[in-house]
């Protein structure tokens, strides 16, 4: 059985039931007389706590299972409702499989993220680390769940691609033209699923990817890797006005449903967050509507503030700095924001461009504490504004020629955005650095395994 059933079904559970468990070790005290071993097995943080008495404790030799042992067991619950606890087992019989060497760098004592950074094949076997990983999971199953209940289909967007599909130039390298590589063309790591996805977005309407994608980017900061996971939806027949608020609803529910599912991690990772006020923030913003607010009015109100800022020169047409963003979210609005109508020069060639001549119908959902969580926009219909707009950026047309022809071939007008899944997952986790919401960080100039 797993604990997280055991804690969930705690209702229906009859006392003195015989029940089997497989974990590993998390705490060790007693005497020969008696053994309280607690084990956890990844099913939740909240762990089972062992009862080995007399004699047993000589047959199992307990004094000498250490922290991190694998073991199994099997025993009958006793109900201790009202307890500390509210069960624990009577062991009969216990086998330890794994044990564990001296140089086991999980300890009991507190150690530092950046020390946990360095074994990031250990660092799960930590509370904090489970705890993060499972609502990493549940946001994963959560988001899936609302895509496939609104009735899109999840696409493989191809992780190997001859496409810079943001045009930015943050592309790593496969394969080399020059070289006589294995595809013998420039090939790239996907920077985004979004270009496959918008063709497939006409034929089955609502697509969606969900995999990992790939940028160089240079910046060392904490909402930055070089390999992250985004999620893409992309919906024909949509305009901005109806993907700003599908975004906030998608994200709404999977927090929502994730908060009731894993109630104890929750409530440990709002007992580390600074005030305790991690479940607050995200209660306030599941029942509050997603605020928006023009690009051109964001500007005139950074400018009132612009004594707390480093880069104090604000104007229209700048590219908001992430102190920016996080000033507007954290200070001015206080909850996440939908910037929309971005200046055009700053923003990717496939945007739609608003008849102002100036904006694009962009969406960026800004949120406390992070940042940038979502781009989005509504994408260029007209093909030939699009050939204009590769030209101004000198983006070279013939790789892209494949996605221009979409708007020759039946065409319906698509809007969509990319979820940056770790800043989600580090939104409601409340971590602070981005290396700690995904098992195998990677970022520049470092990979470790
Ligand atoms: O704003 P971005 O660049 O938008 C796109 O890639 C579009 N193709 C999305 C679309 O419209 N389908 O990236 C989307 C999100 C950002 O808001 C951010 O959360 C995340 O991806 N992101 C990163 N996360 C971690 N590390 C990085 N280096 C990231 N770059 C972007
Ligand atoms: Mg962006």
Do not use: C
Not at 77 to 95: D, R, Y
Not at 221 to 240: C, G, N, Q, Y
Not at 325 to 348: C, R, T
């Amino acid at each position: 059985m797993e604990i997280k059933s055991l804690f969930s079904e705690l209702e229906t559970l009859k006392d003195k039931g015989k029940y089997e468990f497989e974990g590993w070790v998390v705490s060790n005290r007693g005497n020969n007389k008696i053994t309280f071993i607690t084990i956890n097995d990844g099913s939740t943080i909240d762990n089972l706590q062992l009862v080995i008495k007399n004699e047993l404790n000589e047959a199992f030799a307990t004094d000498k299972i250490a922290l991190g042992s694998s073991i199994k067991v099997a025993g009958e619950l006793n109900l201790t409702l009202g307890g500390k606890q509210p069960f624990e087992l009577l062991v009969s019989s216990l086998t330890v499989l794994g044990t564990v060497a001296e140089d086991f760098p999980i300890q009991k004592k507190e150690t530092t993220l950046e020390f946990l950074r360095e074994i990031p094949h250990l660092r799960h076997r930590t509370k904090l680390f489970k705890a993060v990983m499972l609502i990493r999971n549940s946001l994963l199953f959560e988001i899936h769940k609302y895509f496939q209940n609104h009735g899109f289909l999840n696409v493989a967007a191809p992780i190997i691609t001859s496409n810079d599909g943001e045009g930015a130039g943050e592309t790593l390298l496969v394969d080399d033209e020059t070289k006589d590589y294995f595809f013998k063309q420039k090939a790239f790591l996907g920077v985004t699923g979004q270009l496959h996805g918008e063709s497939y977005a006409a034929g089955f309407k609502k697509i969606y990817t969900f995999a990992p994608t790939f940028r160089a980017e240079n910046s060392h900061t904490s909402r930055h890797l070089a390999e992250f996971w985004m999620i893409e939806p992309e919906v024909a027949f949509w305009d901005l006005k109806k993907i700003i608020p599908f975004a906030d609803n998608l994200l709404k529910t999977a927090i929502k449903n994730t908060l009731k599912n894993y109630k104890s991690e929750m409530e440990f990772l709002n007992s580390l967050d600074t005030n305790n006020s991690l479940l607050k923030r995200l209660g306030d913003f599941i029942n509050k509507d997603i605020f928006v607010m023009d690009y051109s009015d964001v500007i005139n109100e950074l400018k009132k503030h612009k004594e707390n800022f480093e880069i104090q020169d604000i104007f229209f047409g700048m590219d908001l700095a992430s102190e920016h963003e996080k000033f507007l979210s954290d200070k001015i609005v206080n909850g996440p924001v939908a910037v929309i109508n971005y200046p055009k020069e700053i923003k990717a060639f496939y945007m739609h461009q608003n008849p102002d001549n100036k904006t694009v119908a962009a969406f960026d959902l800004l949120v406390p504490g992070i940042g940038e969580l979502i781009g989005g926009s509504q994408r260029e219909a007209n093909y030939d504004k699009l050939i204009q707009r590769l030209k101004e950026l000198n983006i070279q047309q013939e790789p892209l020629q494949w996605y221009l022809d979409l708007r020759r071939f039946g065409y319906a007008p698509t809007s969509g955005f990319g979820i940056g899944f770790e800043r989600l997952v580090m939104y409601v986790t409340g971590m602070s650095n981005i290396r700690d919401v995904i098992p195998y960080p990677r970022v520049s100039g470092q990979i470790k395994m």
